[in-house]
């Protein structure tokens, strides 16, 4: 009877555990239906007919738009696609002995596209379940010639730029300038990164201020530390909600030891933001510090990851949304409610 009695115990304990572990994030998608389009301009490209250039480059014209022209005139510095010396500009490019070596290390990744069409996929189901209302783009692979544009998002559409997560071991990684590619960057370009940081583009583009995304919502800053670090906890909060399955360090593009580190230090970060009023603080170089990447953030020992502002956001919103029965849509519209966040965070 004892023992009967120690098992019915044994399992109430683990049920309630199971119960207060169960995340609202957890929702199935199963029955989603979304109509998902991926293109692969980077492919056309690189595969091109070099005696068709002239049609393909009116094709890429209709089919791509902005994003073909701007990765023509800004990206590749060629001028205009309207210009009568696009296609000798084009086929000098694509027969050009270093650009041949970059397609094949892209095709080491991206040659089977197949498994971030699925993990891109499941992302926009749960999109589409928590904000219905919203267009699912099409998505466009691209190059960007290192210029930068992990993503490209516009309009409909979301481009991605697949040489920004070429590998941080690629060969052409190991060549790229230390003064312009800084070393915490490269460790960012591994192909695993891909679909998160692609996904947290549309995220911040799709509910951030126009002219605050144009500017780079990425880093953005608002009025003091609290409602900076607040936004970018709402939109890490988004992704969290639309790559469930995804680790929390790859989202935020940490390693394990550093997302160890965050979390162990969790409560001796926050009683230093209060204990140095850094969390009212209106300084934009104290807010920046723990917004913008670095290989660690400014003030905390270097074992801290960069942009650490950005996670405690992240945990202040989380618990917050946990805790309280708010949607995801209005939480993300809310103004102003930054100190009612502050004041359901505990640890």
Same mark, same amino acid.
């Given at each position: 009877? /004892?023992?009967?009695?120690?098992?019915?115990?044994?399992?109430? =304990?683990?049920?309630? =555990?199971?119960?207060? %572990?169960?995340?609202?994030?957890?929702?199935?998608?199963?029955?989603? %239906?979304?109509?998902?389009?991926?293109?692969?301009?980077?492919?056309? !490209?690189?595969?091109?007919?070099?005696?068709?250039?002239?049609?393909?480059?009116?094709?890429?014209?209709?089919?791509?738009?902005?994003?073909?022209? *701007? #990765?023509?005139? /800004?990206?590749?510095?060629?001028?205009? $696609?309207?210009?009568?010396?696009?296609?000798?500009?084009?086929?000098? #490019?694509? *027969?050009?002995?270093?650009?041949?070596?970059?397609?094949?290390?892209?095709?080491?990744?991206?040659?089977?596209?197949?498994?971030?069409?699925?993990?891109?996929?499941?992302?926009?189901?749960?999109?589409?379940?928590?904000?219905?209302?919203? *267009?699912?783009?099409?998505?466009?692979?691209?190059?960007?010639? #290192?210029?930068?544009?992990?993503?490209?998002?516009?309009?409909?559409? !979301?481009?991605?730029?697949?040489?920004? #997560?070429?590998?941080?071991?690629?060969?052409?990684?190991?060549?790229? $300038?230390?003064?312009?590619?800084?070393?915490?960057?490269? %460790?960012?370009?591994? $192909?695993?990164?891909?679909?998160?940081?692609?996904?947290? @583009?549309? =995220?911040?583009?799709?509910?951030?201020?126009?002219? %605050?995304?144009?500017?780079?919502?990425?880093?953005? !800053?608002?009025?003091?530390?609290?409602?900076? =670090?607040?936004?970018?906890?709402?939109?890490?909060?988004?992704?969290?909600?639309?790559?469930?399955?995804?680790?929390?360090?790859?989202?935020?593009?940490?390693?394990?030891?550093?997302?160890?580190?965050?979390?162990?230090? &969790?409560?001796?970060?926050?009683?230093?933001?209060?204990?140095?009023?850094?969390?009212?603080?209106?300084?934009?170089? &104290?807010?920046? @510090?723990?917004?913008?990447?670095?290989?660690?953030?400014?003030? !905390?020992?270097?074992?801290?990851?960069?942009?650490?502002?950005?996670?405690?956001?992240?945990?202040?919103?989380? /618990?917050?949304?946990?805790?309280?029965?708010?949607?995801?849509?209005?939480?993300? *519209?809310?103004?102003?409610?930054?100190?009612?966040?502050?004041?359901?965070?505990?640890?």
């Amino acid at each position: 009877m /004892q023992k009967i009695n120690y098992l019915i115990v044994l399992v109430l =304990i683990i049920f309630l =555990i199971s119960c207060s %572990e169960k995340s609202k994030l957890n929702v199935d998608v199963s029955n989603q %239906e979304i109509d998902l389009s991926i293109s692969r301009l980077d492919k056309e !490209l690189f595969e091109a007919d070099l005696y068709k250039l002239r049609e393909l480059n009116s094709k890429w014209v209709n089919d791509y738009g902005y994003l073909y022209e *701007t #990765f023509i005139s /800004q990206m590749m510095n060629m001028g205009l $696609p309207q210009d009568p010396m696009i296609t000798y500009r084009l086929e000098k #490019f694509l *027969t050009d002995s270093t650009v041949n070596f970059i397609k094949q290390e892209l095709d080491k990744s991206y040659s089977d596209f197949s498994s971030y069409e699925q993990e891109l996929e499941d992302a926009f189901k749960h999109y589409s379940y928590y904000f219905p209302e919203k *267009t699912i783009p099409k998505i466009v692979t691209f190059y960007s010639n #290192f210029s930068g544009a992990k993503s490209f998002p516009y309009a409909d559409t !979301l481009g991605i730029g697949l040489d920004m #997560f070429i590998g941080r071991n690629s060969d052409v990684v190991k060549f790229l $300038p230390g003064d312009k590619y800084f070393q915490y960057g490269k %460790e960012d370009m591994d $192909p695993e990164n891909m679909v998160s940081e692609s996904v947290k @583009s549309w =995220i911040y583009y799709n509910f951030s201020d126009r002219m %605050e995304f144009i500017n780079n919502s990425n880093y953005a !800053l608002r009025k003091d530390f609290l409602s900076s =670090i607040i936004y970018h906890g709402k939109m890490m909060l988004v992704l969290d909600a639309m790559m469930p399955r995804k680790s929390i360090a790859t989202k935020f593009q940490y390693t394990q030891v550093e997302m160890e580190w965050c979390e162990r230090s &969790e409560k001796q970060l926050y009683e230093n933001l209060i204990e140095f009023k850094l969390i009212y603080s209106k300084s934009g170089k &104290e807010i920046a @510090s723990y917004i913008n990447p670095g290989s660690f953030t400014p003030g !905390l020992p270097p074992e801290s990851p960069g942009g650490i502002g950005k996670w405690i956001g992240y945990r202040m919103v989380k /618990q917050y949304y946990e805790e309280n029965d708010i949607p995801l849509q209005e939480l993300l *519209t809310a103004k102003g409610d930054e100190r009612k966040i502050l004041s359901f965070y505990s640890l």
